[in-house]
């Protein structure tokens, strides 16, 4: 993509949506989390009714947070065992 040939509405557009996906958001939606630890919606439902995954719901909205998934994905971590 050649940059300079472009508008400068659509350059400043292309560069906020680069920096936009440039910083990890604190805060995943359900869909979200799917996309980017690969728990299915499903797998979070279920891990949701089970109380086993930290989440946060204000009214329907279930939101994850970043630092907390990745905790509790270290606490569920099973060692390699040595050979």
Not at 14 to 28: C, D, G, H, P, Q
Not at 37 to 66: D, E, F, T, W
Request: charge should be positive.
């Amino acid at each position: 993509m050649n940059l300079n040939a472009l508008p400068k509405e659509e350059l400043e557009r292309v560069i906020i949506k680069i920096v936009k996906n440039a910083v990890a958001k604190e805060w995943l939606s359900p869909e979200e989390l799917e996309a980017e630890y690969g728990i299915s919606i499903h797998a979070q439902n279920r891990l949701r009714m089970n109380r086993k995954i930290p989440y946060s719901k204000i009214g329907k909205y279930v939101r994850y947070n970043r630092k907390e998934i990745d905790k509790w994905l270290k606490e569920h971590e099973i060692p390699v065992m040595a050979q």
